[in-house]
């Protein structure tokens, strides 16, 4: 870890979520087979033209307005003019030097605020599929034209640590919003990093492929920038891969000072104008962002932060939360119901539940008349999200009540202290863990049903006994 002052700042490409491209009518899909989301206007075909997208730029003002960015009611599309196989015009259509937005910020969760320097809508390009033909490469433009978002900070990150956190917090935010899945697996989110020393010449890292690797790549190259600096040579502007399954860093090419794109105002377009009626709609929407609903947490219902960290994590898991406090009117219980068995259910993005508030406040209830152990629950919640069924309706067909037949529990611990002598002899020597795990082993052998009480009161009087 590099311990002197550094520089970051990131440009992050989000993909709006719309249902259809930012110019033409083409669906957004990219599980379908290649090169079937296509027309004359996305192919760049000539004489077709593009007509823009009211979604995507609802999407990119709600993001602006929660990044606390100045909108622009009249911004400007752009080409920028490259050769790529993956572009077809010969050009992406973005916005240069009038965006949408600029001056925003987003405070993190540990108060910092990280300043927003602009957000602009562009065009994607296609995907370049290097495993599809041995020897070839195929393009697939499903992609091309699909919606995104770039938003650029200034330079206010401090650190690598910081700038993941950043990241985490935005991702959130604009899941939040509803504005993008932030999937950086499936390329929604693409995130490039410029690093420098304090004072120094900054590089550009690309092929960040998560949040984890950005912070290794970012404190692998500040600490190549300090080696280089006490070496006595200077740090040359440079484009750099990070390879995170080799934690190594390539030095791709000198980076050029931006004037190659030869940027032309789009002659298609007219100027985007946005209706101040729609600026004052997204203004007026009161969805609450993170750090909000995280501190409501806290406030109305005593989560500890750290709870109220978690179980904000999403929309839909703050959501849920909510609805299992109100129908079993006990935020601890629905707290840690929710975090112990509902997240290990949940997609990564936790937002979709295998199981609905309503069955997990049935099974706390259930817990709680005593109709059901702590160990018993855990497997009827796992039934519920395999089967779908109620938890009446699974305790019906298999028993699970509690089970407090110390005779049983008495069988069962003989037998095992039978099977593990080593075990039965390392206890009796008082390594105490090993209570522990006869215990266990109780638990397992009663499909959880027996009463935790019961099966230590087993332990200790077979181990007197035998
Ligand atoms: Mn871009």
């Known amino acids: 870890m590099t311990s002197a002052p550094c520089v ?33 206007v996305c192919l760049g075909l000539p004489g077709a033209l ?39 015009k010969g050009y992406q259509i973005t916005q240069f030097e009038e965006p949408i937005a600029t001056g925003g910020e987003l405070r993190c969760a540990d108060g910092s605020s990280i300043r927003i320097r602009r957000a602009h809508i562009e065009e994607d390009a296609g995907k370049l599929l290097h495993e599809r033909f041995a020897g070839k490469t195929a393009i697939d433009m499903n992609r091309a034209g699909v919606p995104l978002l770039e938003i650029v900070t200034e330079p206010d990150l401090e650190s690598p640590a910081q ?61 190549r920038q300090k080696q280089l600096a006490d070496a ?13 399954v080799s934690g190594t860093l390539r030095v791709l090419r000198a980076k050029e000072a931006g004037g190659e794109y030869r940027y032309v105002a789009e002659p298609d377009l007219p100027r985007l104008v946005v209706d101040a009626a729609v600026i004052a709609e997204v203004a007026a929407d009161q969805t609450m962002l993170p750090l909000e609903r995280a501190a409501h947490l806290h406030a ?25 406090v109100r129908l079993t009117g006990d935020a601890h219980a629905a707290a840690m119901w929710t975090m112990r068995d509902v997240l290990g259910t949940s997609n990564a993005l936790q937002t979709k539940f295998a199981i609905a508030p309503a069955q997990l406040a049935e099974v706390i209830g259930l817990v709680k008349e005593d109709a059901l152990s702590v160990a018993g629950a855990h497997v009827v919640l796992r039934r519920i999200c395999e089967t779908g069924r109620s938890a009446r309706d699974i305790m019906r067909e298999s028993d699970l009540s509690p089970m407090r037949d110390a005779a049983q529990a008495d069988v069962w611990m003989r037998e ?5 002598p080593a075990e039965l002899e390392r206890l009796r020597n008082g390594e105490e863990k090993l209570s522990e795990f006869f215990v266990g082993q109780l638990m397992r052998l009663s499909n959880g049903r027996l009463d935790p009480r019961v099966a230590r009161a087993a332990v200790t009087r077979v181990l007197q006994d035998v």
């Open 8 to 40: 970051i700042g990131l440009e992050i490409h989000v993909q709006l979520k719309t249902r259809t491209k930012l110019f033409c009518g083409d669906t957004v899909a990219f599980d379908d087979p290649p090169n079937t989301h296509v027309c004359p």
């Open 50 to 88: 593009p007509v823009p997208n009211a979604h995507a730029v609802e999407l990119a003002l709600r993001a602006a307005h929660a990044l606390r960015c100045s909108i622009h009611p009249v911004s400007c599309f752009t080409r920028k003019n490259y050769f790529y196989p993956d572009l077809p």
């Open 163 to 223: 700038a993941r956190a950043f990241l985490v917090q935005l991702k959130r935010t604009l899941q939040y919003l509803d504005v993008s899945d932030c999937e950086m697996e499936k390329g929604s989110l693409r995130v490039d990093a410029n690093v420098s020393l304090a004072g120094g010449q900054p590089t550009e890292l690309k092929n960040l492929n998560s949040f984890a690797a950005i912070e290794r790549a970012l404190t692998a190259e500040l600490t």
């Open 232 to 244: 006595g040579t200077p740090v040359t502007r440079a484009t750099i891969s990070w390879n995170d």
């Open 300 to 324: 109305a219902y005593g989560l500890k932060p750290g709870d109220a960290d978690v179980l904000s994590a999403s929309r839909q898991l703050a959501d849920f939360f909510e609805e299992t």
């Open 416 to 420: 095992l202290a039978a099977s593990h």
